[in-house]
Each structure stands twice: as structure tokens, then as C-alpha cells.
């Protein structure tokens, strides 16, 4: 009787200590399953950053061109001006005068391309919604200001970044995300919250620190 009393609670032993083993086992498919997805997500923001990179370098070239064919249309009107503004001086025509003042004067007051590219992030977050965007040609096209144009952007939910900043904020991104503190895809909103916090802790630290010295 003993005997079997020994072997039934070595059995419940080696029971309890399988499913010990296969709950440790689970635990650890989990938080291999969990890093596994934080790294993934990193490498995508990682690539995102990338592209972009590249994006904001092919916009520029386009602002460059056009600033350099609007600089060539300045360049034939003023001659263009200049040579009506001739014509008009020796002629006691007022019309005509009158026509080519404003042939000389319009160069003059247009405004040439500017080349402000910026990364917006709209409301879809990182890593959908991110683009790199020619502020100028909207200003352009829209016959508004840049400032104007921003601030339509900014109403509209989008974040607006220079290139190097967006790039620091991908590095934010990433520790938070490894952190498990953020996860794809992140809102304006949830950025703005973090780079806050950050902020915050910044501050905090420079406090202890002058309080030290």
C-alpha cells in the first residue's frame, strides 16, 4: 500500500511538474512572440525612414528645377520688359508704355520657389500615413503663403517635420516600441504625448542636475 501511495504522488509530482514545465514553455513562446513583433515593427519604421530619405531628396530636385526653369521665365521677361521699356521710351504712345511697365515690373514682384520640403504625418500615423511634401509647390498652387499653407496642414491633423528631426523622432520611435510603450501604427497624437513626456523628463533630469551642483 505504501508502495502505491509512493508512486501515485510521484506521478502527481511529475505531473505538476510538466505542467509547470509546458506553462514556463508557453510564457516563453509569448514573450519570444512579443519581441519577435517589436523587432519587425522596428525594421518597417527603420525602412519607412528610408524611403522617405530618398523621397525627400527626389522632391527637392524637382523644387530645384522648377526654381531654376521659374528663374529662366524671369529672366526672358525681364529682357522681354527691358526691351519694350526701350521701345516705349522712344515711342509717345502711353498704351504702349503702360504695357511695358507692367511686362518689366511682374518678374519682380513674383515669388520664386522656395524648396521647403517637410515630412508630413497625417492622421493614419507611422507608418501609413507618412510622406514627404513640397510646401512650396503647394504654396504655388494654391497661390498662398507657406506659413499659410502649414497651417492648413496642421489643421487638417498632420504633424510637419524637416527631415533630420523626422529622423530622430523614427529613433524615439523605435526605443519606444522595444520599450513596449508604443506600438504600430502610432497617431499624431500619441507622438505629440510622447515627445511631451520625453520632454518632461528631460526638464526633470536638468532640474536634479542644477540642484546637485
Excluded: C, W
Excluded at 165 to 171: E, Q, V
Amino acid at each position: 500500500m505504501t508502495t502505491n501511495n509512493n508512486s501515485l504522488k510521484d506521478l502527481r509530482a511529475r505531473a505538476a511538474n510538466l505542467v509547470s514545465a509546458a506553462g514556463s514553455l508557453a510564457t516563453q513562446f509569448q514573450e519570444e512572440e512579443v519581441r519577435l513583433k517589436r523587432g519587425d515593427e522596428v525594421t518597417r519604421i527603420h525602412a519607412l525612414r528610408a524611403a522617405i530619405i530618398r523621397d525627400i531628396k527626389s522632391v527637392r530636385f524637382e523644387e530645384t528645377r522648377a526654381g531654376y526653369s521659374h528663374s529662366q521665365a524671369r529672366a526672358f521677361n525681364n529682357l522681354v520688359g527691358l526691351g519694350a521699356a526701350l521701345a516705349a521710351k522712344a515711342s509717345n504712345n502711353d498704351g504702349f508704355r503702360e504695357i511695358s511697365d507692367n511686362l518689366f515690373e511682374r518678374p519682380a514682384n513674383s515669388k520664386a520657389p522656395s524648396g521647403t520640403v517637410l515630412v508630413r504625418i497625417g492622421p493614419g500615423g507611422v507608418p501609413q500615413d507618412v510622406h514627404a511634401v513640397s510646401v512650396s509647390y503647394l504654396a504655388r498652387e494654391s497661390g498662398q503663403d507657406e506659413f499659410r499653407v502649414m497651417e492648413e496642414l496642421k489643421k487638417a491633423q498632420n504633424l510637419l517635420l524637416d527631415g533630420e528631426k523626422f529622423s530622430d523622432l523614427i529613433d524615439r520611435l523605435a526605443d519606444e516600441i522595444l520599450h513596449g510603450t508604443l506600438s504600430l501604427p502610432i497617431s499624431p497624437r500619441a507622438i505629440l504625448q510622447m515627445q511631451t513626456r520625453l520632454d518632461q523628463v528631460q526638464i526633470t533630469q536638468r532640474v536634479l542636475i542644477s540642484q546637485a551642483d
